[in-house]
């Protein structure tokens, strides 16, 4: 069993960066895939993009393609998601999640993730 603990979530001026990390408390990440996920007020929870056990490979909404990077430090025991050129759109709450594998067909699948971390939240504003 996994438990995930999500950090860094901020406010943030328009046009700006932010890195959240998602790290197992308990148990190891090497062996699952990690998904993020969003909420925004009032809208339905998005899969965002998740990055394979293996290999890395990654996938994203077109939402996020190109300005979000996630990236895994098994080290560390900790997925990163890197965000760029924020916009007030990207105001949401954040979750990561882990599952035993991701793909471009299914990485936006709630069901596919077994473990979940609390959420985070992502303001952007000026």
């Known amino acids: 069993q996994v438990q995930l603990v999500a950090s860094g979530g901020d406010l943030v001026q328009p046009g700006g960066s932010l890195r959240l990390s998602c790290a197992a408390s308990?148990?190891?990440?090497?062996?699952?895939?990690v998904g993020w996920f969003r909420q925004a007020p009032g809208k339905e929870r998005e899969g965002i993009g998740c990055?394979?056990?293996?290999?890395?490979?990654?996938h994203y909404s077109d939402a996020v393609k190109g300005r979000f990077t996630i990236s895994r430090d098994n080290a560390k025991n900790t997925v990163y998601l890197r965000m760029n050129s924020l916009t007030p759109e990207d105001t949401a709450v954040y979750y990561c999640?882990?599952?035993?594998?991701?793909?471009?067909?299914?990485?936006?699948?709630?069901?596919?993730?077994?473990?979940w971390g609390p959420g985070i939240q992502v303001t952007v504003s000026s």
């Open positions: 999640a882990a599952a035993g594998y991701c793909d471009a067909g299914a990485y936006d699948s709630p069901y596919i993730y077994l473990y």
């Open positions: 308990t148990g190891t990440l090497d062996y699952y895939a």
């Open positions: 990055i394979a056990n293996t290999a890395g490979i990654s």
